[in-house]
Nanobody, 123 residues
Framework: QVQLVESGGGLVQPGGSLRLSCTAS????????IGWFRQAPGKEREAVSCISSPDGYTYYADSVKGRFTISRDNAKSTVYVQMNSLKPDDTAVYYC????????????????WGQGTQVTVSS
């Protein structure tokens, strides 16, 4: 049974940093891509960043380029997103999701989802 568990969310002041983690279990193969998505109240779910495996191709939304960095540690089955220079507009529930082969910014291409972790950027 595939499971994705996110951690690392919380409350941070504008300009601060957080690192989110997504740990996967139950996969019998490692050629799955992981995407981070977020959804703010009243808004559509949007892709933040994605990473493929084993080649490590990445995608970043324009709104987070230069501020967020995605990485993965396949030995730990964990994908991280380091979020720096956080802004109030980054406030949302952040979800990680998995799809087999490649990566995509489209949520409907992902097969498995975590439960989400809240990120709040506020002074």
């Amino acid at each position: 049974q595939v499971q994705l568990v996110e951690s690392g969310g919380g409350l941070v002041q504008p300009g601060g940093s957080l690192r989110l983690s997504c740990t996967a279990s139950g996969f019998s193969r490692d050629d799955y891509g992981i995407g981070w998505f977020r959804q703010a109240p009243g808004k559509e779910r949007e892709a933040v960043s994605c990473i493929s495996s084993p080649d490590g191709y990445t995608y970043y939304a324009d709104s987070v380029k230069g501020r967020f960095t995605i990485s993965r540690d396949n030995a730990k089955s964990t994908v991280y997103v380091q979020m720096n220079s956080l802004k109030p507009d980054d406030t949302a529930v952040y979800y990680c999701a998995a799809k087999f082969r490649g990566l995509s910014p489209h949520a409907n291409e992902y097969n498995y989802w975590g439960q989400g972790t809240q990120v709040t950027v506020s002074s």
